[in-house]
């Protein structure tokens, strides 16, 4: 139970940091219910691929909501991910991928699993709907921001 | 960094889950300084701290207005910066297994030593009931400066509220009274010094 104190006090935050902590008030999205990450591993590839990077799987999941696993393969500057969709229900759906940037917009509909490609690396957050958009029974969910 | 108290805390996590973001602003000007602290206090590299930084603040947009204590914003930033860092530090330290079957098993984890983990869990809960047996403030000054690394005492005073000087003191004292409390729990002393080195 060591406690030394660190030597690391506080102190100003970059100019960057700042503008990047204050925009990301403007990712929100009001009334819609996050997914948290609940898992984020890498998954090891085959003895018999020496030298081919894992993927990584990230698994999104909120009570009473759809629990969304992603799988994140390809290449650093065009990522795929693949998608699964685990709810009671088993419904259309529509995927739409974002960037903090506001860059790369990928949306596909239809039912899962889907394959996304041509992602950009950063920080990515998925928006998941169901239901006719803008009626009354459409239902929305986002997962947590994540790096990829 | 613009201080701000319990009441104006609870205000301005408040207005800003609404959606104000003059009141965000209040917060970032509060305590991006913090979250830049922990973050750097990891020694991870200046580009990893800044993406654990953004990410910190994305995930009190994700929570704002599912915080079960609006007053101690502070410290669930620093405890998610914590969080954050400690997953970037995991993810680097992950590597790919490559080489034949017999390679890779001499590189295995060495086999679980069954008993040891079994009295590991016995001590665990030991340790907890004395725990909770502290007063709150030793619970939570306790396990601030458990955590791996510990925070500076600069951190752990904005993110309690205590003056930098109390902090030792204090420290000793809830250590002392937990040391009393492993003892009530029938762990040795040789033991406890061991547990509360």
Same mark, same amino acid.
């Given at each position: ?35 948290? *990450? ?31 696993? %992603? ?36 949306? %596909? ?9 041509? %992602? ?25 921001? %994540?790096?990829? | ?84 860092? *400690? ?30 983990? *079994? ?79």
């Amino acid at each position: 139970m060591s406690s030394s104190p660190g030597k690391v006090g506080v102190s100003e935050a970059p100019r960057a940091v700042r503008e990047a902590a204050l925009a990301a008030f403007d990712a929100r999205r009001p009334g819609t219910p996050v997914l948290d *990450l609940a898992r984020d591993l890498p998954v090891a590839t085959t003895v018999g691929e020496p030298g081919r990077p894992p993927y990584r799987e990230l698994r999104f999941a909120q009570e009473g909501a759809p629990a969304v696993t %992603v799988e994140v393969d390809g290449a650093d500057d065009d990522l795929v991910l693949k998608v699964r969709i685990e709810w009671a229900r088993s419904q259309d759906y529509r995927l739409e991928v974002s960037g903090i940037s506001g860059l790369g917009l990928p949306v %596909v509909k239809g039912k899962p699993p889907f394959e996304v490609s041509g %992602v950009l690396p950063g920080l990515t957050s998925l928006l998941l709907s169901t239901g006719v958009a803008g009626s009354p029974d459409e239902q929305r969910w986002q997962t947590a921001w %994540v790096r990829l | 960094m613009s201080r701000l108290d319990e009441k104006q805390t609870a205000e301005v996590v408040a207005a800003a889950a609404a959606g104000d973001r003059r009141a965000w602003e209040q917060l970032v000007d509060a305590y991006s300084g913090l979250v830049w602290a922990v973050t750097r206090n990891h020694r991870i590299s200046a580009a990893d701290a800044s993406d654990v930084s953004q990410t910190t603040w994305l995930r009190l947009v994700e929570h704002i207005d599912r915080l079960n204590d609006p007053t101690r914003v502070g410290a669930w930033l620093a405890t998610t910066a914590r969080r954050e860092c *400690l997953r970037v530090i995991g993810q680097a330290r992950r590597t790919t297994p490559v080489g034949t079957d017999e390679e890779l098993e001499d590189r295995a984890a060495p086999p679980l030593d069954v008993d040891a983990a *079994l009295l590991s869990l016995e001590e665990q809960g030991q340790v907890e009931r004395a725990m909770s047996r502290l007063s709150g403030r030793c619970q939570e000054l306790l396990v601030l400066l458990m955590s791996d690394p510990p925070p500076s005492y600069e951190e752990v005073s904005l993110i309690l509220g205590m003056p930098v000087g109390s902090i030792g003191p204090t420290r000793g004292r809830c250590l002392r009274r937990l040391e009393q409390e492993l003892a009530a729990e029938g762990i040795e002393h040789a033991r406890r010094d061991i547990l509360l080195r």
